[in-house]
């Protein structure tokens, strides 16, 4: 997820404008489910060509604590590297992985267990299906392996990304535990406000990931929301998306910058003008 971040576009700051900035923020949460508090913010993959494990060890010493991957990032031994040369509490961070779909409840769970391997923890906070798989069959499988992950303590929570509505009603029809989480791609420029409703009926937690793929920051009504708070375009544009009660996965790279701009959306908040002014962009 977010891979062309950095690549797309450059964060935009208003002419004349000073940003204001956390020294050490902390980010707020959203409860997922019982027990289990989810980062409004996390570190997704990086899409600058940096290092993941240069960027971990920046994030989590800036004060941020959720880190999102998956097993065909690729990267997850660089984390468990990042982990250890932080020297940071397993507890103290917040860790989502993602697996692909499995045609089987016993393989779903074998490969909930190499991805641990693979990151060198003996647990995550949330572990998703990352994309729907071809039948509805397998969704079932892979959902149900997950469950079985959950009553194992192999993760706090379970989800799953790039889900629609029916396809997580099909999830629901099984009984158990329902989805914590759906990850999927939203911002001021593309949201898919049906499957956000249908989550939010459910009490399912809707996470952006692209959160700033493709979006004009030097939009005239980006612009001017970011003038009148003293932030960035980029802060705007994540501000939307966290005051909806969604998660977001974001990819800062490694300017320190960017990284403090993240960690400090909680200083302002929009109007019910400005979120709807924002919401609008994407007609």
């Not at 029916?166 to 001021?188: E, W, Y």
């Not at 003293?230 to 501000?239: F, H, I, P, R, T």
């Amino acid at each position: 997820d977010c891979f062309q971040r950095m690549a797309v576009l450059p964060r935009f700051r208003t002419p004349g404008v000073a940003i204001v900035l956390a020294a050490a923020a902390v980010a707020a949460a959203v409860p997922i489910a019982p027990g289990v508090d989810m980062p409004d913010i996390s570190l997704g993959h990086p899409d600058d060509g940096s290092s993941m494990k240069d960027e971990l060890l920046l994030w989590l010493k800036m004060g941020g604590v959720g880190i999102d991957t998956a097993y065909v990032y690729f990267n997850q031994k660089d984390i468990a590297a990042g982990l250890q040369a932080s020297g940071v509490k397993r507890s103290d961070v917040f860790i989502t992985t993602k697996i692909p779909c499995q045609s089987t409840r016993a393989a779903t769970l074998g490969m909930v267990k190499e991805d641990l391997n693979e990151l060198n923890v003996t647990f995550v906070d949330l572990m998703l299906i990352h994309f729907p798989c071809l039948t509805k069959y397998g969704n079932e499988q892979t959902w149900l392996g997950l469950q079985d992950a959950l009553e194992m303590n192999l993760t706090r929570a379970i989800g799953v990304s790039n889900f629609d509505s029916s396809q997580i009603s099909d999830l629901l029809a099984l009984g158990g535990v329902p989805p914590a989480v759906n990850q999927c791609k939203m911002s001021v420029l593309h949201h898919d406000d049906d499957t956000i409703s249908f989550c939010k009926k459910n009490n399912i937690t809707y996470e952006s990931y692209s959160p700033l793929k493709s979006v004009d920051l030097t939009d005239k009504r980006i612009a001017s929301i970011a003038k009148a708070h003293n932030a960035s375009g980029a802060q705007v544009a994540l501000k939307w998306i966290v005051q909806q009660d969604c998660t977001v996965a974001t990819s800062p790279g490694l300017n320190e910058e960017f990284v403090k701009e993240d960690l400090s959306l909680d200083r302002f908040q929009l109007s019910d003008e400005e979120m709807e002014a924002l919401s609008k962009i994407s007609s």
